[in-house]
């Protein structure tokens, strides 16, 4: 019987534990996504043989674009990408498998960055907005839209 006890009481210290990481990263989302500048946006990044869909929040920075995982603690972007080595060399619908990997509705965004190719999945209108920060680089800084 005390042996059973004790596999109840790890069970639920577990579960605890679970449920608070599981409000931790809520809480997370909910404060980064409550500054302006910040969409939702996934990521797919030529990183070894397989290429996976990465559920993320972006946000505009002055002179980059950072990238915060959805299912992370950290309080640091995942990726960051300067503004004046970014280019867009492609946009268009998701499709196929893409559908059921990224938020409904969204469209792929391809991108050089530093002579990586990397893809974004956002909404339209947050691409209207990535589109507009890029654009509004300050002089010399050469970015490209497709």
């Given at each position: 019987m005390h042996e059973f006890l004790l596999?109840?009481?790890?069970a639920g210290a577990c579960a605890v534990l679970l449920l608070l990481v599981l409000v931790a990263v809520v809480l997370r989302r909910r404060r980064l996504t409550?500054?302006?500048g910040t969409?939702?946006?996934s990521i797919r990044q030529p990183r070894g043989s397989r290429r996976r869909w990465a559920l993320g929040v972006a946000?505009?920075?002055t002179d980059r674009l950072d990238w915060?995982?959805?299912f992370s603690l950290s309080p640091r972007p995942s990726c960051t990408y300067a503004?004046?080595?970014?280019g867009v060399t492609l946009f268009r619908e998701a499709e196929g498998s893409e559908l059921i990997a990224v938020?409904?509705?969204?469209m792929v965004v391809e991108c050089r960055h530093e002579g990586v190719?990397?893809?974004?999945a956002m909404s339209h209108d947050a691409y209207t907005g990535f589109a507009s920060w890029l654009e509004s680089a300050p002089p010399g800084q050469g970015v490209n839209i497709a």
């Open positions: 596999s109840l009481e790890i409550s500054r302006l969409f939702d946006c946000r505009y920075e915060y995982r959805t503004r004046r080595a970014l938020q409904p509705g969204a190719e990397i893809e974004l």
